[in-house]
């Protein structure tokens, strides 16, 4: 039983390697960053910015955490941690459950 538990230790090899590593840390920070950004366009609005610095404002920094996001899913890709099928099954997933059930339609 102790082994089982030991194989699943997050330093062990066989589940994902430096490089695997690195990039799944990368795409957790970067979808922290938009959570960030998410929830000052909530809190201050969209045209906001940090005082001191009226660029980029806080939809304008949504949408290069955003970018960064869609370049760690090509690093992702290119990793072999995800696949093409994958990703467009749940993108077309998503847009149907959005259809579905999205309560706000402009």
């Known amino acids: 039983m102790i082994k089982k538990i030991a194989k699943y230790t997050i330093h062990d090899p066989e589940l994902v390697d430096n490089y695997e590593r690195e990039v799944l840390t990368i795409l957790a920070e970067e979808c922290a960053e938009v959570i960030k950004c998410v929830t000052k366009i909530l ?3 969209k045209k906001d910015h940090y005082p001191n610095r009226p660029s980029p404002n806080n939809t304008e920094s949504l949408g290069r955490e955003i ?4 370049y760690m899913v090509d690093m992702c890709m290119n990793a072999q941690l995800i696949n093409l099928t994958d990703r467009d099954s749940g993108f077309l997933h998503k847009k149907s459950q959005i259809q ?4 706000n339609i402009p």
């Open 43 to 45: 809190r201050f609005g």
């Open 100 to 103: 579905k059930y999205f309560q």
């Open 67 to 70: 970018g960064d996001i869609l």
